[in-house]
């Protein structure tokens, strides 16, 4: 398989485990809560990114907001 298609692959994955996190969050009522300091993630990061689990003061790893 080419470099492509594993960069594909990866990023598929990467987001199915987003998106089984966000949906965890979301059954235990945790979903707009930032996991680094419990403030609320604001609407506007969530509707840029609904896997964000950080809040402005404390950027995600890798992800610009």
């Known amino acids: 398989s080419s470099d492509l298609e594993n960069q594909s692959?990866?990023?598929?994955?990467k987001t199915l485990d987003g998106v089984a996190t966000a949906m965890r969050?979301?059954?235990?009522?945790?979903?707009r809560r930032c996991v680094s300091c419990g403030a609320e993630i604001s609407r506007e990061i969530l509707?840029?990114?609904p896997l964000y689990?950080?809040?402005?003061a404390h950027p995600q790893m890798g992800e610009a907001q």
Do not use: Q
């Open 47 to 49: 509707e840029a990114n």
């Open 53 to 56: 689990t950080s809040c402005a």
């Open 25 to 31: 969050r979301l059954a235990d009522g945790t979903y």
């Open 9 to 13: 692959v990866a990023h598929i994955e």
